[in-house]
């Protein structure tokens, strides 16, 4: 069982940054793969991000490349999701997510592949 609770959210301007983290309970933290998805008003839930158990390895959707990164630390529990040039359609909740199995760049774009989430952190990008 592992519970996850995002911070960092808010109201910025377009062009500016945000910092979301993502504090997990339990002592296995570093044996899951953390993901981060969003959903805005009146659709799906999408990828955002996803980062393998050490690090190592990370993916991003298209639409946040070279903006976001994402990075984790084991020894806090914490995986973070740094947020530059945010632009208005970047606005959504956005919740991470983790999972137990081995990483994989195409199946942990889907959020079927996760077990565990997040209550949401609401980000709001006004133009």
């Known amino acids: 069982q592992v519970d996850l609770v995002e911070s960092g959210g808010g109201l910025v301007q377009a062009g500016d940054s945000l910092r979301l983290s993502c504090a997990a309970s339990g002592r296995t933290f570093s044996s899951y793969v953390m993901g981060w998805f969003r959903q805005a008003p009146g659709k799906e839930r999408e990828f955002v991000s996803a980062?393998?158990?050490?690090?190592?390895?990370?993916v991003y959707a298209d639409s946040v490349k070279a903006r976001f990164t994402i990075s984790r630390n084991n020894a806090k529990n914490t995986v973070y999701l740094q947020m530059n040039s945010l632009k208005p359609e970047d606005t959504a909740v956005y919740y991470c997510?983790?999972?137990?199995?081995?990483?994989?760049?195409?199946?942990?774009?889907?959020?079927?592949?996760?077990?565990?989430w997040g209550q949401g952190t609401q980000v709001t990008v006004s133009s």
């Open positions: 997510a983790a999972d137990s199995r081995t990483y994989n760049s195409g199946r942990h774009r889907s959020s079927n592949e996760y077990d565990y």
């Open positions: 980062i393998s158990w050490s690090g190592a390895m990370t």
